[in-house]
C-alpha cells in the first residue's frame, strides 16, 4: 500500500488563547489524518500554553514549543524547523479550516512536480459570529510572481492559509523577520520565483477571522513595514526585468505614496510623543 503523505501544520500564538480550541478542532476534525500540529508559543503571556499543553496530552499529533516573543515571521521559522511532514500547512492561531482542506488538496498533488495547491477560503466575522463572503476573489490567472508583484493589495491578496506547500519547496525559503507586516507578500514572491504547478481548488476550505483588534488596524505599524517592504523588493525579484519593468511603471505612484507614507509616519510619532507628554502631565498633577 502506498504511503500517505503528511502534512505538517505550523501554528504560531501570541496571547491567542482563547482561539486555540476552536482551531486545534478544526485540524482534528480533518477527514484527512495523517498530520502534525507545530504549536509555537511566541512568548505569550495569556492561557496560551496551559491550553496547548492540554491539547498536546490529547493527540500525539500535536507538538509544543515555546520561544521568546519574536513575531509572526520568527514563529513561522520556528515552526518550519521543527516540522517532519511532506507538506506544509500555515494556519495562524485565530484562523481554522474546513474538514475537506487537507484531502481535497492531498487528492490534486501532482506527485511527479512541486505542486502547491491553493483553496477559496471565507471570512468569518469575530463579534457577529458569521460567515462572510471573502473580501477578494481569487482566480488562477494571480498565482504567478508577476500577478503577485504588480496587483497584490490592489486586486487581491492570497491568505497564507489557503495553500498547501511542498515542503521541499518551502526549505528553500524563510519569511523575513524584519518585516512585520507584508512577510506574506514577500514569501508569495519568493516561492514563485520559479514556475512551479498550481492547483486551484475554488471551494471556501479555509475560514479567515475579521477582528477589529488586528495589527493591520494599527497604521504607524503598517506604514513603517510598508516603507521596509519597498526597499527590499529586489531581494525577492530574481527577474531583473520584471523587477525594472515594475518599478518604472509604477514610480511615480510609489515615490509619491513613499513621501506620503513617510509623512504620515512622522506625524504618528509626533502624536505619540505629544500624548505622552499630556499623560505625564496628567499624572503628575494627579489628574489621571
Known amino acids: 500500500m502506498e504511503s500517505q503523505l503528511k502534512i505538517s501544520v505550523v501554528v504560531p500564538c501570541y496571547n491567542q488563547g482563547r482561539f486555540l480550541e476552536e482551531c486545534i ?6 477527514d484527512y489524518t495523517d498530520w502534525e500540529c507545530i504549536l509555537v508559543n511566541d512568548g505569550s503571556i495569556d492561557e496560551t500554553e496551559e491550553k496547548a499543553l492540554a491539547w498536546q496530552k490529547t493527540d500525539e499529533r500535536i507538538k509544543y514549543f515555546k520561544k521568546e516573543n519574536g513575531g509572526l ?13 511532506d507538506y506544509i500547512q500555515f494556519l495562524d492561531c485565530d484562523d481554522y479550516l474546513a474538514p475537506q482542506k487537507f484531502s481535497k488538496s492531498i487528492a490534486s498533488v501532482n506527485k511527479e512536480r512541486p505542486t502547491v495547491v491553493i483553496t477559496n477560503f471565507q471570512e468569518f466575522d469575530e463579534k ?3 460567515l462572510l463572503p471573502p473580501y477578494c476573489l481569487l482566480k488562477e490567472m494571480y498565482f504567478n510572481q508577476e500577478a503577485i508583484l504588480k496587483e497584490w493589495d490592489k486586486s487581491f491578496t492570497i491568505p497564507i492559509h489557503c495553500a498547501l506547500f511542498p ?25 514563485y520565483e520559479n514556475k512551479l504547478t498550481t492547483i486551484f481548488i475554488d471551494e471556501p476550505l479555509v475560514y479567515y477571522r475579521v477582528s477589529s483588534a488586528g495589527m493591520t488596524r494599527n497604521h504607524l505599524f503598517m506604514h513603517e513595514n510598508q516603507l521596509t517592504a519597498f526597499r527590499k523588493l529586489d531581494e525577492v525579484i530574481s527577474n531583473k526585468n520584471l523587477y525594472l519593468s515594475f518599478l518604472k511603471s509604477n514610480n511615480e505612484f510609489y515615490m509619491n505614496e513613499v513621501f506620503r507614507l513617510k509623512n504620515e509616519v512622522n506625524l504618528l510619532r509626533q502624536k505619540r510623543k505629544l500624548n505622552y507628554k499630556i499623560n505625564k502631565v496628567l499624572s503628575f498633577f494627579k489628574l489621571k
Open 25 to 30: 478542532r478544526s485540524l482534528r476534525q480533518q
Open 167 to 191: 515542503a521541499k519547496l518551502v526549505e528553500k525559503y524563510q519569511f523575513d523577520e524584519e518585516l512585520k507586516a507584508k512577510e506574506d507578500w514577500f514569501f508569495w514572491l519568493q516561492i
Open 73 to 85: 515571521s520568527s514563529a513561522r521559522n520556528y515552526g518550519l524547523r521543527q516540522a517532519t511532514g
Open 128 to 130: 457577529k459570529q458569521t
